[in-house]
């Protein structure tokens, strides 16, 4: 199960830590963006800014070497070479939100799984 990873936030009662690369932008942080934009947060709008926010934040991290994002992106990198295959786990696949189930698009985890490919053709 090494090849399977856990990267949201902490959930204490389920004893998972957070990943180093959980996304900062809660869906409360999201909003006060949006409204610091003046932009109505309407609530299809919140999920993809705290996604493309997400991926500006990942991006600048991994353009610079000393940080705990490029760490553990290395790390799984390398996991799944060794591997052949890496899992990346979210808690918000699979759940139900305005009454639709999340999938791997919606979640920052389909963003560190782009991230993690172009590595690999390199
Ligand atoms: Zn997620």
């Known amino acids: ?12 009662r389920m004893g998972l830590e957070a990943s180093p690369l ?19 947060p309407v609530e299809e709008l919140i999920r993809p800014t705290s996604l493309r926010a997400y991926e500006w934040g990942l991006q600048s991290a991994l353009e610079q070497c000393d940080n705990v994002q490029h ?16 899992g990346l786990v979210c808690c918000c696949v699979g759940k139900e939100e305005d009454g639709r189930i999340l999938t791997e698009d919606d979640c920052h985890a389909g963003i ?11």
């Open 71 to 86: 760490q553990e992106m290395n790390r799984l990198v390398n996991i799944a070479i060794k591997h052949g295959s890496l």
């Open 1 to 12: 199960m090494e090849n399977i990873v856990y990267v949201g936030r902490a959930i204490p």
């Open 112 to 122: 560190i799984k782009k991230f993690i490919l172009k590595e690999l053709k390199q």
């Open 22 to 40: 959980a996304n900062p932008y809660t869906i409360k942080k999201t909003k006060e963006i949006l409204e610091r934009n003046d932009i109505s």
